[in-house]
């Protein structure tokens, strides 16, 4: 790491040019010394001495989603969680040639670029649910709104707000604090259940009529509250972990609660996987108890026994032992625990995953055609195995993505830790209010530095200018810009602590979009500016990266 070091720049002898050639009178001599603590290191700048780029180059980080840690039922959307990472880290676009380049001689920033700056983006409100893969999660910056002017004279640009809360399907309640949803699917598949249900209820119970398809209904509600236990039990125990949980999902096959961090210890992983299953066994021994109490043969009697064997059926699934299901997150503690790697775990669990995908895609079809799952041989048509084998085909598919998509996410916390506040920030000049943009541009230049911060007469910092709004005004123009015109306004989102890294620091951004950030000691002074646009290119050179 390069030794950091602001020091002071004596004042140019052009300033008097300057001010015959603008007309207007000389600003004041704010500070010029680059802004930097007084420590021994430098960050990674690994695009000091680039050319600003335009708009489309520091577009604002999108969010994510943040890598979510998904425990439940193999209905894993794991996908929306790597891209709400991706998300977080940025959606701006590279630079001239997409690689960070340290070697580079200090480039004029004072040139204009020789053709004019892609068009801002309108801001964007953040989607409902993306897409994991936010990831999941977009995020537009605010910043590319011309800001209004405010009283004082300076722009006041739009206030750093927190993204709306995950969406994905009907909101049915908050236990606990965690959102719970109902997704689309939801309704297919219980119309699905509705309709086997109600055929099973005509054989059993033919003097129901009609009625049957409401008894139907009413036990593929209560099923899914039961699937509903099931995720609030992973819940409970994250949120005790100190895990923040993001939401709950209910969706075609199953439920899914998206836990956001990973757990510390492969004993609170095995925990935190093993008490979704072991509810389900626990509410399939409470509706077994329940059917010893009422009479065979009847509506009651007919449920209880449906809702039991649902209940063992999930958790006997769940644990088995292969990613994504909860039983190959129980194999990936034992293999973390014992090889002190939770990446062995993971890797280990997602292989296994994968051949029970293959397992299930070829067994399922051949026990239903044998009549081991309770069918006599004779009775299975077509249709039936058609069915059966579609069914197969799904399951295996979600077990199979799920498997790839969580040696995936692994892949991508390793990585995290790598992308540091510190090391990505840039140099910072500060400037004051009223300094001409050409004038700014020169002490920046002088100083090696690649960012300005807008500070009031008593150092105190009010804006930054925005990158990309400088390679927007021509060169000629430069002298009569005040780069207070220029800057974003900060607000308390748009501070950044120094230390930040990983996936603290994609939280950060994800929680405030926007093109820069100042970065600040713990004691408050600026240590620089960090760019969207510098984190998104080390997110993804991390990711390039073998293991």
């Known amino acids: 790491m390069d030794e950091s070091g602001g020091s002071g720049q004596p004042r140019s002898g052009t300033d008097e040019a300057d001010e015959r050639r603008t007309g207007r009178p000389r600003p004041g001599d704010p500070a010029t010394s680059t802004a930097r603590p007084h420590s021994g290191e430098e960050p990674h700048d690994t695009d000091a001495h680039a050319k600003p780029q335009p708009e489309a180059d520091t577009a604002a980080a999108a969010e994510a989603g943040q890598p979510d840690q998904n425990q439940g039922t193999p209905d894993d959307p794991a996908d929306d969680q790597a891209a709400g990472a991706a998300g977080a880290a940025g959606a701006a676009g590279d630079g001239e040639d997409g690689e960070a380049r340290a070697d580079v001689p200090p480039a004029d920033l004072r040139k204009a670029p020789t053709s004019p700056p892609a068009s801002p983006p309108a801001p964007d409100p953040r989607s409902d649910d993306p897409a994991p893969g936010q990831p999941h999660d977009a995020h537009r910056s605010e910043a590319h709104t011309p800001p209004a002017k405010s009283k004082s004279g300076r722009k006041r640009g739009s206030s750093s707000r927190r993204g709306k809360e995950p969406g994905g399907g009907l909101l049915m309640g908050r236990p606990f604090g965690v959102p719970v949803y109902v997704a689309p699917s939801w309704f297919l598949v219980a119309a699905l259940i509705t309709w086997v249900f109600g055929g099973q209820l005509d ?86 108890l329940a059917l010893q109490a009422v009479e065979p043969g009847t509506v009651p009697g007919v449920l209880l026994a449906g809702l039991m064997i649902s209940n063992l059926i999930v958790a006997a699934f769940n644990l088995l032992p292969g990613l994504p299901l909860d039983g190959g997150r129980m194999l990936r503690a034992v293999v973390w625990k014992i090889t002190g790697k939770p990446m062995s775990g993971t890797i280990a669990a997602a292989w296994v995953g994968r051949a029970l995908a293959i397992s299930v895609l070829v067994g399922l079809p051949l026990l239903t055609q044998s009549g081991a799952l309770g069918a006599d041989a004779e009775d299975i048509g077509g249709m039936d195995t058609v069915m059966d084998a579609l069914l197969a085909a799904i399951l295996a598919a979600i077990i199979w993505t799920g498997a790839g998509n969580s040696l995936r996410m692994a892949r991508l916390r390793e990585h995290l830790p790598e992308l540091r506040a510190r090391a990505l920030t840039r140099r910072a000049v500060p400037v004051e209010t009223n300094t001409p943009l050409s004038e700014a541009l020169r002490r920046a230049n002088d100083a090696g530095a690649r960012a300005l911060v807008v500070v009031d007469p008593d150092g105190e910092p009010l804006s930054l200018v925005r990158e990309a709004a400088i390679v927007g005004v021509p060169e000629h123009r430069r002298p009569w810009v005040a780069v207070s015109g220029l800057a974003q306004d900060l607000t308390d989102g748009m501070r950044v602590s120094a230390e930040l890294a990983g996936e603290d620091l994609l939280e950060a951004l994800r929680a405030a979009p926007a093109t820069e950030y100042l970065v600040v000691e713990d004691s408050g002074e600026i240590y620089g500016v960090l760019s969207a646009a510098d984190v998104e290119r080390a997110f993804v050179k991390a990711m390039a990266r073998p293991n």
């Not at 409970?236 to 923040?244: E, T, Y």
């Open 203 to 288: 054989r059993v119970l033919p003097e129901l009529g009609m009625a049957r398809y409401l008894v139907s209904l009413f036990f593929a509600v209560a099923f899914y509250a039961s699937v509903l236990v099931h995720e609030l039990a992973h819940t409970v125990a994250a949120l005790r972990f100190g895990l923040p949980v993001r939401r709950i999902q209910l969706q075609f096959f199953g439920g899914v609660s998206e836990i956001e961090k990973e757990s510390e210890t492969p004993g609170r992983e095995f925990v935190l996987a093993f008490v979704g299953p072991l509810l389900s066994l626990i509410l399939g021994g409470l509706f077994y």
